[in-house]
């Protein structure tokens, strides 16, 4: 009976839901603490086992990456320069105050906290061959536990490094987006968590108005450098729906500068494998016809 | 600074390159066999039928790896709920779906001695799946985001014409082990010829190598050398050394029969490399 | 808090941590806000994105240096110095707020005759008596010099012993270039932050300052929090939205048990503990002498106090002690008994934490209740802390795991043989927070309410219930007794049970049936009308003929009716800068202290951008956006007479009414006990000579020298480098609460040590390697943590290394690593008794301890039921981490 219907099970197609509006995330580097706050509200909901206890000296960033059982993961970088002797001869009458009062600190430590980024078009889910990987309703990139097999093409597609096959069931684990909250009018655990409003979540739309009035905010202000990173699609890849305001270059973040979808040239490959197999196949009848032998 | 490696590399270890090299095999040999029934029937009859006794089991071997390879194994089947052309993974499957049911259906003719034109028509039907079968993993891997992989163009072409050359290897070795010279002769001079084509192929995968430079997605610098030998141990070993084997030792059934190894064990080799690459440059915890 | 109540008139933050929201410039020192109060500082961080100016000073550069838009790097311990050199700068450009100096606070109040300041006393003030290492406290040196009954005063501040001139010359030495030779930073450093709180200060704009622990576990640490209020009071950023000084306290409720105290020295709602002194003997020798304030922080100054002590609002001192005796002793209280005052234990001497286990590590203390509390790896010199324990008959531990605190008997590293210790541990397990009603009352006096969710698993109970029944317990015990010493017992008012059996949220019967009525509680706290037995809306309406009731004075109002728990409310509604719905703040849900200054003398507010109450003429009151910290009908006009007692004797333009003539006090002529002004002393264990005076520390600092703390000598070369401890994001205080939780282990999973590269290639220190640091109390092994965010500071020429010490981890727990406090020394200051774990010196080494002192972790618990459906749920409501191998199975 049990294996009969478990053979079953994967074909049978219930009702989709209609449609919602598209949602995502919208992170804001420069509101990041580092407090992993996020990190801990997603493993609390989500019910995700710890990764293991591991210091790296990595600045505060023990767990590294996101993984199968981590989907949210908080990037440290520092970045000092070589400290410089302090300047001899004080002279306050020549001190310039405006200039003193102008003067940027000599040194920063980002903080990001990164994400499964629910590209908009999203090669995870264009190569999963069981229809695991789906955009729902929200428009955002869900793993079907119950559907996914493992076979690990999506972790091989996924330019960003974030889905990840978990060795605990063997099957490809990565942020929901708190699709089960969502369901239930609630925003996702780590937005909820995030108590300076770093990860911000909402209608993808509104989103990227805040986010670009952000920008000007910023601009306003004087931050220097401040982008956002998958905005808006590029020649090579498509916008993401969870997105994010950087200051320094995506490498940086641990983000590819210049992601590129990895089915960009499917098309031509096809033809080309298709060419190796006619070259092939000619060589073959070609001898195979020959009056030689 | 070289850019930080962000990708993950897929769980792929030994079964994959088994399945590689078993699938490489079994639809190089099919294919071979099927053009040998379709082609020249008269002559070597009695090789493909050999062949086709062979395929069905590597077949199978293949479907454990393929299978064993998930991380729930219980679930292969899922795949077979959606067929979508955009994943190169999805369309192996149905290949392979179609391609071990004709393998099967190959080797119950030949046990039940069917008559020649079921076992052509069966050969004729299944030269498509079996080609699409010998190809589409380059393209399976060519299409992804890993180093060393995604900018492998020619990789489906590679992989084509490396599995038609491991099928004539498996048939130089048949024809040399049944003692029929002038059949071996012909695979000699297939091997060899597909040998030079797999050999541009691997030029073509190479070629963006040097000038985009795939190897520049490799982190660190004593990899991509180490990438670089490889690649380079794998043309002379590899290709140069059966083609010579084939061009000179003609009639010698042991040399035909080192030649046909150092195909096999050369194309499980450079797939078990693959399957490796990116684990190679990507360090990360998978 | 001596160091806010002897500025302002109470010991609290004077503001709400929302309104830093409304800053234009907030100085975060002595306080890593954005690791340790990571969801407060959103408002710093909100004022920030408004264009305000975000200021770090620290030793080291944290997660809150990363959000600041300037970071000054100074030397652990040389706060006083740097704020000092701040002070000096804003009088010597005359940047500070004249007219709120002039009518708010003492600068113009004249100082008795005979007064030494530290400049002219090498470092020492009036009155020191060597003897004894205090104050002596009746010389009355400090006190104010009396005119005609009150106060002397010189508007014109010229008078050379005027607070204004006393002040100007005190910190005239503290310029920025010797400032910075102190703290190791730049002149153009100290000169920075001064221009950056002056320019945002005045009738347009407000700094606020925010400090923590970094500032108050110092020998110092009283006088740092002093000289931040001097800055406050001369920019005028005291009582007016987005300034003040915001406290922020290192445990989650440690306001609340400061006000319904866990203090041996005061009652709740700092009414001075009675003393075991015969002006104390009866209650109305206690009312008369005790004298509210002053004696609550026990001191006396001068005449002036003699005479006047009862103007201020701690004229109302006799009501809220009878009230509160009316509460505890209930029917047995009466006039005739002097309300059962004789039955309240009276002090005797230093009972504070430290001192206590100081006498239970010397064998002076038999048994324990320790609740909440992890002294083991937590305290101070944690050796001596652990020593103490193993000297105990008996202990009981209350908790939520079984921290070092309880298995110190078996898995302490150190010990060798169980057996040997004499000990008897009981640890009883404790209900968390969701499985339990009560109150935080936070940093911002704010008092929340948290709801039960659900019952505590198997015999964990809540703290309530085991006081509650152990009270009971002793009652019984007693009930028969006669004898007089057991009054205190039999008369104690006890009844906390339940009306109704509890239920859960769900409405289910609660599992525990014996839980007391935490609500009860509060309705004691809050207080009641004896004669119909109506809940009091406000301390006003509190009586000291005995009818009225009342646990703590301050805390009235907060449940005004038999069905309004005010710090339950949660109505988040912003009314202009201020949240009056949002659960309750005392005192009288009122939200910035001291808000009478928010408006000029005449009343009107300093401007219109920051504006809180002002004066309305047509209404003749006190009307805005805030509770009027002021009495609601006095005009600013009003001027008290010669006879005046209590509140009538505030003016209407004195806004701090707790204090006697209503002024903020630059100088505090009492209320500190290491000086009226806070004066650079180095820290007990330093690496340089104190720059500024002969008196190299704190020359009232208490030590408890014995063979088990053993400190430094004065710039001891075997321990040049300076040390402070800290905390993550990632952990809470010694890790019994987050050491046993894997989502938090996993994100800092072992001890490491903070160090420059500097000082790492100096030692041969690896990154990630381990090291070894010492001190003479002891030695630990840590990973090194080699990083740019700890810089060598200049001092006096010469290169000075600090290195930072994270404290949370111990013996016990899914991660265990080297305890901080194995380091630090039991050395009290004099007002709080608290410790000095912020800086202290050590030397380093690379390499581990040749026998290693780690422990041994408990295994991490797997999360529940990982793989199991959780009962009774659709699969596709599980949580998705649930992850289940054979999912398909068994679906909903």
């Given at each position: 009976?049990?294996?009969?219907?478990?053979l079953?099970?994967?074909?049978?197609?219930?009702?989709?839901?209609?449609?919602?509006?598209?949602?995502?995330?919208?992170?804001?580097?420069?509101?990041?603490?580092?407090?992993?706050a996020?990190?801990?509200?997603?493993?609390?909901?989500?019910?995700?086992p710890?990764?293991?206890f591991?210091?790296?000296g990595?600045?505060y960033?023990?767990?590294?990456a996101?993984?199968?059982?981590t989907?949210?993961?908080?990037?440290f970088?520092?970045?000092?320069?070589?400290?410089?002797?302090?300047?001899?001869?004080?002279?306050?009458e020549a001190?310039?105050?405006?200039?003193l009062l102008?003067e940027?600190?000599?040194?920063?430590?980002?903080m990001?906290?990164?994400?499964?980024?629910?590209?908009?078009?999203?090669?995870?889910?264009?190569?999963c061959?069981?229809?695991?990987?789906?955009?729902?309703e929200?428009?955002n990139i869900?793993?079907q536990?119950?559907?996914?097999?493992?076979?690990?093409?999506?972790?091989?597609?996924?330019?960003f490094?974030?889905i990840a096959?978990s060795p605990l069931?063997?099957?490809?684990h990565k942020?929901?987006?708190?699709?089960?909250?969502?369901r239930?009018d609630?925003p996702?655990a780590?937005a909820?968590?995030?108590?300076?409003?770093?990860?911000?979540?909402?209608?993808?739309d509104?989103?990227?108005?805040?986010?670009?009035?952000?920008l000007?905010?910023l601009?306003?202000?004087?931050?220097s450098g401040?982008y956002?990173?998958?905005?808006s699609?590029?020649a090579?890849y498509?916008?993401?729906?969870a997105?994010?305001?950087?200051?320094?270059?995506?490498?940086?973040?641990?983000?590819?500068?210049?992601?590129e979808?990895?089915?960009?040239?499917l098309?031509?490959d096809y033809?080309?494998?298709a060419?190796?197999?006619l070259?092939a196949?000619?060589?073959?009848?070609?001898?195979?016809m020959?009056?030689v032998f | 600074?070289?850019?930080r490696?962000?990708?993950?590399?897929?769980?792929?270890?030994g079964?994959?390159?088994a399945?590689?090299?078993?699938?490489s095999?079994?639809s190089?040999?099919f294919t071979?066999?099927?053009?040998?029934?379709?082609?020249?029937?008269?002559e070597?009859?009695?090789l493909?039928?050999?062949a086709?006794?062979?395929v069905f089991?590597?077949?199978?071997?293949d479907?454990a790896?393929?299978i064993?390879?998930?991380g729930?194994?219980?679930?292969f089947h899922?795949m077979?709920?959606?067929f979508?052309?955009?994943?190169?993974?999805?369309?192996?499957?149905w290949?392979?779906?179609?391609f071990?049911f004709?393998?099967?259906?190959a080797?119950?003719?030949?046990?039940?001695d069917?008559?020649?034109?079921?076992?052509?028509?069966i050969a004729?039907?299944?030269?498509?799946?079996?080609?699409v079968a010998?190809?589409?993993?380059?393209?399976?891997?060519?299409?992804?985001a890993?180093?060393?992989?995604?900018?492998?163009?020619?990789?489906g072409?590679?992989f084509a014409?490396?599995?038609?050359?491991?099928?004539?290897?498996?048939?130089?070795?048949?024809a040399?082990?049944?003692?029929q010279?002038g059949?071996?002769?012909?695979?000699?001079?297939?091997?060899?010829?597909?040998?030079?084509l797999?050999?541009?192929?691997?030029r073509?995968?190479?070629?963006?190598?040097?000038?985009?430079?795939?190897?520049?997605?490799v982190?660190?610098?004593r990899a991509?050398?180490r990438?670089?030998?490889?690649?380079?141990?794998?043309?002379?070993?590899?290709?140069?050394?059966?083609i010579?084997l084939c061009?000179?030792?003609?009639?010698?059934?042991?040399?035909?029969?080192l030649?046909?190894?150092?195909?096999?064990?050369?194309g499980?080799?450079?797939?078990q490399?693959?399957v490796?690459?990116?684990h190679?440059?990507?360090p990360?915890?998978? | 808090m001596?160091?806010?109540g002897?500025?302002f008139?109470?010991?609290a933050?004077?503001?709400?941590?929302?309104?830093?929201?409304?800053?234009?410039?907030?100085?975060i020192?002595g306080?890593?806000?954005?690791?340790?109060?990571?969801?407060?500082?959103r408002?710093?961080?909100?004022?920030?994105?408004?264009?305000a100016?975000?200021?770090?000073?620290d030793?080291r550069?944290?997660r809150t240096?990363?959000m600041?838009?300037?970071?000054?790097?100074?030397?652990?311990?040389?706060d006083?110095?740097?704020l000092?050199g701040?002070i000096?700068?804003?009088?010597?450009?005359d940047?500070?707020?004249?007219?709120y100096v002039l009518?708010?606070?003492?600068?113009?109040?004249?100082?008795?005759?005979?007064y030494?300041?530290?400049e002219?006393?090498g470092?020492?003030?009036?009155g020191f008596?060597?003897?004894?290492g205090r104050?002596?406290?009746?010389?009355g040196?400090?006190?104010?010099?009396?005119a005609?009954?009150?106060?002397?005063?010189d508007?014109?501040?010229r008078?050379?012993?005027?607070?204004?001139?006393?002040?100007?010359?005190?910190?005239?030495r503290?310029t920025?270039?010797?400032?910075?030779?102190?703290c190791?930073?730049?002149?153009?450093?100290?000169?920075?932050?001064?221009?950056l709180?002056?320019?945002?200060?005045?009738r347009e704009?407000?700094?606020?300052?925010?400090?923590?622990?970094?500032?108050t576990?110092?020998?110092?640490?009283?006088?740092?929090?002093r000289?931040?209020a001097i800055?406050?009071?001369?920019l005028?950023?005291?009582?007016?939205?987005?300034g003040g000084?915001?406290a922020?306290r290192?445990?989650?409720?440690?306001q609340?048990?400061?006000?319904?105290?866990?203090?041996?020295?005061?009652?709740p709602?700092y009414l001075?503990?009675?003393?075991?002194?015969?002006?104390?003997?009866?209650?109305?020798?206690?009312?008369?002498?005790?004298r509210?304030?002053s004696a609550?922080?026990?001191?006396r100054a001068?005449?002036?106090?003699?005479?006047?002590a009862?103007?201020?609002?701690?004229?109302?001192?006799p009501?809220?002690m009878?009230?509160?005796l009316k509460?505890?002793y209930?029917?047995?209280a009466?006039?005739?008994n002097?309300?059962g005052?004789?039955?309240?234990?009276?002090?005797?001497?230093?009972?504070?934490?430290?001192?206590t286990?100081?006498r239970?590590?010397e064998?002076?203390?038999?048994g324990?209740?320790?609740?909440g509390?992890?002294p083991?790896?937590g305290a101070?010199?944690?050796?001596?802390?652990r020593?103490?324990?193993?000297?105990?008959d008996?202990l009981?531990?209350?908790?939520?795991?079984?921290?070092?605190?309880?298995?110190?008997?078996?898995?302490?590293?150190r010990?060798?043989?169980?057996?040997?210790?004499?000990?008897e541990?009981f640890?009883?397990p404790?209900a968390?927070?969701?499985?339990k009603?009560?109150?935080?009352?936070?940093t911002?006096r704010l008092?929340?309410?948290?709801?039960?969710?659900v019952?505590?698993p198997?015999?964990c109970?809540?703290?309530?219930?085991?006081?509650?029944?152990?009270?009971k317990?002793?009652?019984d015990?007693?009930?028969?007794s006669?004898?007089?010493?057991?009054e205190p017992?039999?008369n104690?008012?006890?009844?906390?049970?339940?009306?109704e059996?509890?239920?859960?949220?769900?409405?289910t019967?609660s599992?525990?049936?014996?839980?007391?009525?935490?609500?009860?509680v509060?309705?004691?706290?809050?207080?009641r009308?004896?004669?119909?037995?109506a809940?009091?809306?406000?301390?006003?309406?509190?009586?000291?003929?005995?009818?009225?009731?009342?646990g703590?004075?301050i805390?009235?109002?907060?449940?005004?009716?038999?069905?309004f728990?005010?710090a339950r409310?949660?109505?988040?509604a912003?009314?202009?800068?201020?949240?009056?719905?949002?659960?309750?703040?005392?005192?009288a849900?009122?939200?910035?202290?001291y808000?009478?200054a928010?408006?000029?003398?005449e009343?009107?507010?300093?401007?219109?951008?920051?504006?809180l109450?002002?004066w309305d003429?047509?209404?003749?009151k006190?009307i805005?956006?805030?509770?009027p910290d002021?009495?609601?009908a006095?005009?600013?006009s009003?001027?008290?007479?010669?006879?005046a007692?209590?509140m009538?004797?505030?003016?209407?333009?004195?806004?701090f009414?707790m204090h006697?003539?209503?002024?903020?006090?630059?100088y505090?002529p009492?209320?500190?006990k290491?000086?009226?002004l806070?004066?650079?002393?180095?820290?007990?264990?330093?690496?340089?000579?104190?720059?500024?005076?002969?008196?190299?520390?704190?020359?009232t600092?208490?030590?408890?020298?014995s063979e088990?703390?053993?400190?430094?000598?004065?710039?001891?070369?075997?321990?040049?480098?300076?040390?402070?401890?800290?905390?993550?994001t990632?952990?809470y205080?010694s890790?019994p609460?987050?050491r046993?939780?894997?989502?938090?282990?996993?994100l800092?999973?072992e001890?490491?040590?903070?160090?420059?590269p500097?000082?790492?290639n100096?030692r041969?220190?690896?990154h990630?390697g381990?090291?070894?640091?010492?001190?003479?109390?002891g030695?630990?092994?840590?990973r090194a943590m080699?990083?740019?965010?700890?810089r060598p500071?200049?001092?006096?020429?010469?290169?000075?290394?600090q290195i930072?010490?994270?404290?949370h981890?111990?013996?016990?727990g899914?991660?265990v690593?080297?305890?901080a406090?194995?380091l630090t020394a039991?050395?009290?200051?004099?007002?709080?008794?608290?410790h000095?774990?912020?800086?202290?010196?050590c030397?380093?080494?690379?390499?581990r301890?040749?026998?290693?002192?780690?422990?041994?972790?408990?295994?991490a618990?797997?999360?529940?039921n990982?793989?199991d459906?959780?009962?009774?749920t659709?699969?596709?409501a599980?949580?998705?981490?649930?992850?289940?191998?054979?999912g398909?199975?068994?679906r909903?």
């Amino acid at each position: 009976m049990g294996i009969l219907a478990d053979l079953f099970y994967p074909f049978r197609r219930p009702a989709q839901p209609p449609a919602r509006p598209a949602t995502g995330f919208f992170t804001d580097t420069t509101l990041c603490i580092g407090c992993k706050a996020c990190e801990v509200a997603c493993k609390q909901w989500n019910q995700l086992p710890s990764d293991g206890f591991n210091f790296t000296g990595d600045s505060y960033d023990n767990t590294q990456a996101l993984s199968g059982t981590t989907w949210r993961h908080v990037v440290f970088v520092e970045q000092f320069p070589q400290p410089q002797k302090t300047e001899s001869g004080f002279a306050p009458e020549a001190l310039d105050i405006e200039a003193l009062l102008a003067e940027p600190p000599a040194g920063r430590w980002l903080m990001m906290s990164d994400v499964c980024k629910h590209c908009g078009i999203a090669p995870c889910e264009i190569a999963c061959p069981t229809g695991a990987l789906i955009v729902n309703e929200f428009s955002n990139i869900y793993v079907q536990n119950d559907i996914c097999n493992g076979c690990g093409y999506c972790v091989a597609a996924c330019p960003f490094g974030v889905i990840a096959r978990s060795p605990l069931d063997g099957h490809a684990h990565k942020c929901t987006l708190c699709y089960d909250r969502q369901r239930d009018d609630m925003p996702p655990a780590c937005a909820k968590a995030c108590p300076t409003g770093s990860i911000q979540f909402g209608p993808i739309d509104e989103l990227r108005v805040r986010a670009h009035a952000r920008l000007e905010e910023l601009d306003a202000r004087g931050v220097s450098g401040a982008y956002l990173y998958g905005d808006s699609p590029s020649a090579s890849y498509s916008a993401l729906n969870a997105f994010f305001l950087l200051i320094d270059k995506p490498d940086r973040y641990g983000l590819p500068n210049d992601p590129e979808r990895p089915q960009l040239h499917l098309r031509g490959d096809y033809l080309r494998a298709a060419f190796g197999t006619l070259a092939a196949l000619a060589v073959i009848a070609a001898s195979l016809m020959s009056h030689v032998f | 600074m070289q850019p930080r490696i962000v990708t993950k590399a897929p769980p792929w270890h030994g079964w994959v390159t088994a399945d590689l090299f078993l699938l490489s095999t079994a639809s190089g040999t099919f294919t071979m066999a099927a053009m040998v029934v379709l082609l020249r029937p008269w002559e070597m009859d009695a090789l493909a039928r050999a062949a086709f006794l062979i395929v069905f089991p590597l077949m199978l071997a293949d479907l454990a790896c393929l299978i064993l390879d998930l991380g729930d194994p219980a679930r292969f089947h899922h795949m077979l709920r959606t067929f979508k052309p955009s994943s190169p993974m999805s369309v192996g499957v149905w290949t392979i779906s179609a391609f071990s049911f004709i393998a099967f259906l190959a080797f119950i003719a030949e046990i039940l001695d069917w008559p020649q034109s079921a076992i052509r028509s069966i050969a004729a039907a299944g030269l498509v799946p079996a080609l699409v079968a010998g190809a589409y993993k380059g393209v399976l891997f060519s299409a992804t985001a890993q180093p060393g992989w995604r900018r492998m163009r020619w990789l489906g072409g590679a992989f084509a014409v490396s599995s038609a050359s491991m099928g004539a290897g498996l048939m130089l070795a048949l024809a040399a082990g049944a003692g029929q010279p002038g059949a071996a002769r012909l695979f000699r001079f297939i091997v060899m010829w597909l040998l030079v084509l797999n050999a541009l192929a691997v030029r073509r995968v190479m070629g963006s190598t040097a000038t985009t430079g795939h190897l520049s997605d490799v982190g660190d610098r004593r990899a991509a050398l180490r990438v670089s030998l490889c690649y380079t141990g794998f043309i002379v070993a590899g290709l140069g050394v059966p083609i010579v084997l084939c061009a000179i030792g003609g009639g010698n059934s042991t040399i035909d029969g080192l030649t046909a190894a150092i195909v096999l064990g050369g194309g499980l080799a450079s797939r078990q490399f693959l399957v490796a690459l990116p684990h190679r440059s990507a360090p990360n915890r998978t | 808090m001596p160091g806010l109540g002897a500025s302002f008139g109470r010991g609290a933050a004077t503001t709400f941590q929302r309104d830093l929201a409304n800053s234009d410039c907030v100085l975060i020192m002595g306080s890593n806000m954005a690791e340790a109060h990571p969801v407060g500082f959103r408002w710093a961080l909100k004022a920030r994105e408004r264009g305000a100016r975000l200021i770090h000073v620290d030793p080291r550069f944290t997660r809150t240096s990363a959000m600041a838009d300037t970071y000054v790097a100074i030397r652990a311990g040389s706060d006083v110095a740097f704020l000092g050199g701040i002070i000096n700068y804003l009088l010597e450009h005359d940047l500070w707020f004249h007219e709120y100096v002039l009518h708010f606070t003492n600068a113009a109040t004249v100082v008795a005759e005979g007064y030494v300041d530290a400049e002219d006393g090498g470092g020492l003030f009036a009155g020191f008596d060597p003897s004894t290492g205090r104050y002596d406290r009746d010389a009355g040196a400090w006190g104010y010099s009396i005119a005609g009954g009150a106060p002397e005063q010189d508007p014109t501040l010229r008078h050379p012993r005027c607070v204004f001139q006393i002040l100007r010359r005190h910190f005239a030495r503290y310029t920025p270039q010797t400032v910075a030779e102190i703290c190791g930073c730049s002149p153009a450093d100290v000169i920075r932050v001064a221009e950056l709180l002056a320019r945002n200060s005045g009738r347009e704009r407000t700094s606020a300052i925010v400090y923590a622990l970094g500032w108050t576990q110092h020998s110092t640490g009283v006088q740092m929090i002093r000289s931040a209020a001097i800055i406050q009071l001369l920019l005028g950023n005291i009582g007016r939205p987005g300034g003040g000084i915001m406290a922020m306290r290192g445990h989650c409720s440690i306001q609340g048990s400061t006000d319904l105290p866990t203090l041996y020295d005061l009652l709740p709602g700092y009414l001075p503990q009675p003393a075991v002194v015969p002006e104390q003997a009866t209650l109305a020798s206690y009312l008369q002498n005790g004298r509210g304030f002053s004696a609550a922080l026990n001191n006396r100054a001068a005449g002036f106090w003699q005479e006047e002590a009862f103007a201020g609002y701690w004229a109302n001192l006799p009501r809220f002690m009878v009230s509160l005796l009316k509460a505890w002793y209930g029917d047995s209280a009466a006039r005739e008994n002097d309300f059962g005052y004789g039955w309240l234990p009276k002090n005797d001497g230093d009972h504070s934490e430290l001192a206590t286990f100081f006498r239970m590590y010397e064998g002076g203390v038999r048994g324990l209740f320790l609740i909440g509390q992890n002294p083991a790896a937590g305290a101070p010199n944690a050796e001596l802390n652990r020593a103490a324990l193993r000297n105990l008959d008996w202990l009981v531990v209350r908790d939520w795991f079984e921290h070092e605190s309880a298995n110190f008997w078996y898995a302490d590293p150190r010990i060798d043989d169980p057996k040997k210790i004499r000990t008897e541990v009981f640890f009883l397990p404790a209900a968390s927070i969701p499985e339990k009603d009560g109150t935080f009352t936070n940093t911002e006096r704010l008092i929340q309410w948290h709801e039960k969710a659900v019952d505590p698993p198997g015999d964990c109970r809540s703290d309530a219930w085991f006081i509650y029944h152990l009270g009971k317990r002793l009652k019984d015990l007693y009930r028969e007794s006669a004898l007089k010493r057991d009054e205190p017992i039999r008369n104690l008012t006890w009844n906390y049970e339940r009306d109704e059996p509890e239920r859960l949220p769900d409405g289910t019967l609660s599992r525990i049936g014996d839980e007391p009525d935490i609500e009860k509680v509060l309705k004691e706290i809050n207080g009641r009308r004896l004669s119909d037995g109506a809940m009091l809306e406000s301390f006003a309406e509190l009586r000291d003929d005995g009818s009225t009731a009342c646990g703590a004075w301050i805390y009235c109002g907060v449940f005004p009716r038999e069905d309004f728990n005010r710090a339950r409310s949660r109505n988040p509604a912003i009314v202009e800068s201020t949240y009056p719905e949002w659960a309750y703040a005392w005192p009288a849900n009122r939200r910035v202290m001291y808000n009478r200054a928010s408006a000029d003398p005449e009343g009107r507010p300093w401007s219109e951008r920051k504006k809180l109450i002002w004066w309305d003429e047509q209404q003749r009151k006190w009307i805005g956006n805030d509770v009027p910290d002021f009495e609601v009908a006095k005009p600013p006009s009003y001027r008290p007479g010669a006879d005046a007692r209590g509140m009538d004797a505030i003016a209407g333009d004195a806004p701090f009414i707790m204090h006697p003539d209503g002024r903020g006090w630059l100088y505090a002529p009492s209320g500190v006990k290491d000086g009226p002004l806070p004066a650079h002393y180095e820290p007990r264990e330093s690496v340089t000579e104190n720059r500024l005076y002969e008196t190299q520390t704190n020359p009232t600092l208490r030590e408890y020298a014995s063979e088990i703390n053993q400190l430094a000598r004065r710039v001891d070369p075997d321990f040049p480098i300076v040390a402070t401890t800290y905390r993550l994001t990632e952990h809470y205080l010694s890790g019994p609460m987050s050491r046993f939780n894997s989502w938090l282990n996993e994100l800092q999973p072992e001890m490491f040590v903070e160090l420059s590269p500097e000082l790492a290639n100096e030692r041969g220190i690896e990154h990630r390697g381990w090291m070894v640091v010492a001190t003479p109390r002891g030695e630990i092994e840590a990973r090194a943590m080699v990083t740019r965010r700890i810089r060598p500071l200049t001092i006096e020429g010469r290169t000075v290394h600090q290195i930072g010490l994270p404290i949370h981890w111990g013996y016990a727990g899914e991660t265990v690593g080297a305890i901080a406090n194995d380091l630090t020394a039991l050395i009290t200051d004099p007002n709080v008794s608290m410790h000095e774990a912020k800086a202290f010196s050590c030397k380093v080494r690379s390499g581990r301890l040749a026998r290693s002192n780690l422990g041994e972790p408990v295994p991490a618990a797997p999360r529940a039921n990982r793989s199991d459906p959780i009962p009774g749920t659709p699969r596709w409501a599980e949580p998705e981490g649930r992850f289940n191998s054979r999912g398909l199975r068994r679906r909903g």
